[in-house]
C-alpha cells in the first residue's frame, strides 16, 4: 500500500481543515492513523482507526476537536479538525499497519507502522 495525504494549509486560531489520506493498492492494511510533528518535538499519534471495524482512537489533546473518518470506496482517511488551536501547528503524517496489535496504546507508537505518506503542513495562526 501507498499512502499519499493532502489538505494542509494555513488558518487562524478557531478555524477548521480536513486532511485526507488515500491509500492505493489491492488491499487497505487493518489500521491508519494519523501522526503530527512539530519542529523540534517527537513525532506524535493523533487519531488512528480500524479499517475494517471503523474502531477509532483519539490523543488525549485533540478529542472533542478531531474527527477521523474513513471512506471505503475512495480508500481514504481523513481528519477533520475543528476549533484548531496555535499548538496543533505541525506537519502531519497518515501511516498504516497491518499490525494485529488490539491495544490503541501500542497503536500510538510510531514504530508499529510500517507504511508512511509524504507530510503536509499545517499552521495556525493566533
Known amino acids: 500500500v501507498q499512502l499519499q495525504a493532502s489538505g494542509g494549509g494555513l488558518v487562524q486560531a478557531g478555524g477548521s481543515l480536513r486532511l485526507s489520506c488515500a491509500a492505493s493498492?489491492?488491499?487497505?492494511?487493518?489500521?491508519i492513523a494519523w501522526f503530527r510533528q512539530a519542529p523540534g518535538k517527537e513525532r506524535e499519534f493523533v487519531a488512528g482507526i480500524r479499517w475494517a471495524s471503523e474502531n477509532f482512537n483519539y490523543a488525549d489533546s485533540v478529542k472533542g476537536r478531531f474527527t477521523i473518518f474513513r471512506d471505503r470506496d475512495k480508500k481514504t482517511v481523513d481528519l477533520q479538525m475543528n476549533s484548531l488551536k496555535p499548538e496543533d501547528t505541525a506537519v502531519y503524517y497518515c501511516a498504516a499497519t497491518s499490525s494485529l496489535q488490539w491495544s490503541w496504546t501500542a497503536l500510538s507508537s510510531r514504530y508499529e507502522y510500517d507504511v508512511w505518506g509524504q507530510g503536509t503542513l499545517v499552521t495556525v495562526s493566533s
Open positions: 493498492g489491492r488491499e487497505v492494511s487493518r489500521v
